[in-house]
């Protein structure tokens, strides 16, 4: 398994989760590294990225309450959610980007996150 995510549940909203994502060192050091998520009847969409050189991106509507740490010693990359809402209710996906490329090459196994009001 090339990237293996874990860390999903159930939280209240306001609440906090964070999800992580091991990955092979070969990949880790040559990818930019993100999150994406999938709610139901809706299309998957990035929710936050970091590439190697520590930039990041953040869709707007979790800006301020996401952040996406890297760990370069574990080849890890976290995603830590604060004030979760409902509406961050979905699927996340952890996934791996050549830079430059515009999808993913690869991608980890859904995990749930399901935030009640």
């Known amino acids: 398994v090339q990237l293996q995510a874990s860390g999903g549940g159930l939280v209240q909203a306001g609440g906090s989760l964070r999800l992580s994502c091991a990955a092979s060192r070969s990949i880790f050091s040559t990818n930019v590294m993100g999150w994406y998520r999938q709610a139901p009847g809706k299309q998957r969409e990035l929710v936050a990225s970091i590439n190697t050189a520590g930039i990041t991106y953040y869709r707007t509507s979790v800006k301020g309450r996401f952040a996406i740490p890297r760990d370069n010693a574990t080849n890890t990359v976290n995603l830590q959610m604060n004030s979760l809402k409902p509406e961050d209710t979905a699927v996340y996906y952890c996934?791996?980007?050549?830079?430059?490329?515009?999808?993913?090459?690869?991608w980890g196994q859904g995990t749930l996150v399901t935030v009640s009001s």
């Open positions: 996934a791996a980007r050549r830079f430059g490329v515009p999808s993913p090459g690869y």
